[in-house]
């Protein structure tokens, strides 16, 4: 566990972006080869936005990446924050209460804010209004998105006192999760159904992404489950009657184009549709 925070705590940029790359092709690869739907796309041209949204947001956390390197040396050097007020831990739990921590304030409760806060709302559209989902879809966030998302990440580091290697570590992962659970592919439903209890699995995520409401505003996870089982925010729903995209921004030459997508956000929409369980 040591050497993997050390690794972590000096990871070359190099090295993260083999993750980022390394993760979209091998899921890319695996959609083709056990598709959950068989979309009639050109895959390139649909990825193009995506793929400009994920350049976007490298850009901005690259920019704001300093805030968060002072804030995790400060709150070490400080011995401030949740884990680091918690004594006589090992340091394999140190590690694992980090990462969940960091999970819930960064991911789950940045995702939750975002539905309930119509501005915030808004922004998150962008990535909602995707009608094909597949692993390029996970990094499509609006700039202004990924400047809210650093937002709550720095103050996850700040409370939790986590160190820049959890921060690494946790990020990494996030990435790979993502990337797996907005994929294209068919697992077995009992696999699929297993990995929900602890995990965020491809047929939980894609729920969220019906596009109607109650669907929508439910299975916030990023990484673990546990998060939406324990706050009463879990449904299901049969993934083979899905339907991707938001109602409110029910346009899908619109929603394909990066400059309709980046005024998205401060445009009028339509009334949403509420649909019973």
Same mark, same amino acid.
């Given at each position: 566990m040591e050497a993997l925070l050390n690794y972590f705590e000096t990871i070359p940029s190099s090295h993260r972006s083999l993750i980022l790359v390394g993760g979209l092709t091998l899921f890319w690869l695996i959609e083709g080869?056990?598709?959950?739907?068989?979309?009639?796309?050109?895959?390139?041209?649909?990825a193009l936005p995506n793929l400009f949204f994920t350049l976007t947001t490298?850009?901005?956390?690259? #920019? *704001?990446?300093?805030? %968060?390197?002072k804030t995790s040396y400060w709150v070490v050097a400080n011995d401030f924050g949740i884990i680091n007020w918690i004594p006589n831990m090992p340091l394999w739990l140190?590690?694992?209460?980090g990462i969940l921590l960091m999970d819930f304030i960064g991911a789950y409760l940045a995702h939750y804010v975002e539905h309930k806060v119509k501005p915030l709302w808004m922004v998150h559209l962008v990535h909602h209004s995707d009608h094909k989902v597949d692993t390029t879809t996970a990094n499509r966030h609006h700039p202004l998105e990924s400047m809210i998302r650093f937002t709550f990440t720095l103050a996850g580091v700040f409370i939790i006192g986590a160190p820049i290697a959890i921060v690494m570590?946790?990020?990494?992962?996030?990435?790979?999760?993502?990337?797996?659970?907005?994929?294209?592919?068919?697992?077995?439903?009992?696999?699929?159904? #297993? *990995?929900?209890?602890? %995990?965020?699995?491809p047929d939980m995520h894609k729920v969220h992404h019906h596009y109607v409401l109650p669907y929508t505003d439910s299975n916030y996870g990023n990484i673990f489950s546990i998060w939406?089982?324990?706050?009463?925010?879990?449904?299901?729903?049969?993934?083979?009657?899905?339907?991707?995209?938001?109602?409110?921004?029910?346009?899908?030459?619109?929603?394909?184009?990066?400059?309709?997508l980046l005024k998205q956000p401060f445009q009028k929409y339509q009334k949403p549709t509420i649909k019973p369980d």
């Open positions: 080869g056990i598709p959950l739907f068989n979309f009639k796309y050109n895959k390139w041209k649909h490298i850009i901005v956390n690259f #920019a *704001l990446a300093f805030l %968060l390197l140190y590690v694992v209460v570590l946790y990020q990494s992962m996030s990435l790979v999760a993502t990337q797996f659970t907005h994929a294209n592919i068919r697992l077995p439903k009992k696999l699929d159904k #297993a *990995l929900s209890y602890v %995990l965020v699995s939406d089982r324990l706050l009463g925010t879990y449904m299901e729903f049969d993934r083979d009657e899905l339907i991707y995209g938001v109602d409110v921004f029910p346009d899908e030459a619109k929603n394909s184009s990066i400059k309709e």
